[in-house]
């Protein structure tokens, strides 16, 4: 069991290392391009309305499948699926996906960074313990 001591270091380790973390997301050049881009999709009007009609084709779709209507759900089916490829190929859409895909990789670099920095760390702490104990 560990201390209570070395359970408050770990846990002020921990938070220093979110701390740093968050710092570095800040900075990151690709995780502001995706909160602006992302920023820009969510006040489009034109494609909330998109959004709009495609739950609606598929609530249609879910109902009619629901009173035994295949070729009326059919239809709304295609109906979504049209609106669906149009937001899709919306540029910002596009954009927006691309942005995500570049900050999620800035997300994982640095936490992949981090994990070895904190295994690295605990490995040579459990070294040096394991030397201790030879002495």
Request: charged share 35%; no cysteine.
């Given at each position: 069991?560990?201390?209570?001591?070395?359970?408050?270091?770990?846990?002020?380790?921990?938070?220093?290392?979110?701390?740093?973390?968050?710092?570095?997301?800040?900075?990151?050049?690709a995780i502001?391009?995706?909160?602006?881009?992302?920023?820009k999709v969510?006040?489009?009007?034109?494609?909330?309305?998109?959004?709009?009609?495609?739950?609606?084709?598929?609530?249609?779709?879910?109902?009619?499948?629901?009173?035994?209507?295949?070729?009326?759900?059919?239809?709304?089916?295609?109906?979504?699926?049209?609106l669906t490829?149009?937001?899709?190929?919306?540029?910002?859409?596009?954009?927006?996906?691309?942005?995500?895909?570049?900050?999620?990789?800035?997300?994982?670099?640095?936490?992949?960074?981090?994990?070895?920095?904190?295994?690295?760390?605990?490995?040579?702490?459990?070294?040096?313990?394991?030397?201790?104990?030879?002495?």
């Amino acid at each position: 069991m560990l201390e209570d001591k070395e359970k408050n270091l770990l846990d002020s380790q921990g938070q220093a290392t979110l701390d740093r973390l968050i710092a570095q997301l800040k900075r990151s050049q690709a995780i502001h391009d995706y909160q602006e881009i992302e920023k820009k999709v969510s006040q489009h009007e034109g494609l909330k309305m998109l959004v709009e009609e495609i739950k609606a084709y598929q609530k249609q779709a879910v109902q009619f499948a629901h009173y035994h209507k295949p070729v009326a759900e059919k239809e709304a089916i295609k109906q979504a699926d049209a609106l669906t490829k149009q937001f899709d190929e919306h540029p910002l859409v596009i954009r927006y996906r691309e942005k995500l895909v570049e900050a999620n990789d800035v997300v994982q670099y640095i936490t992949t960074v981090i994990e070895q920095e904190i295994n690295h760390s605990i490995t040579e702490d459990l070294n040096g313990k394991e030397q201790r104990r030879d002495i």
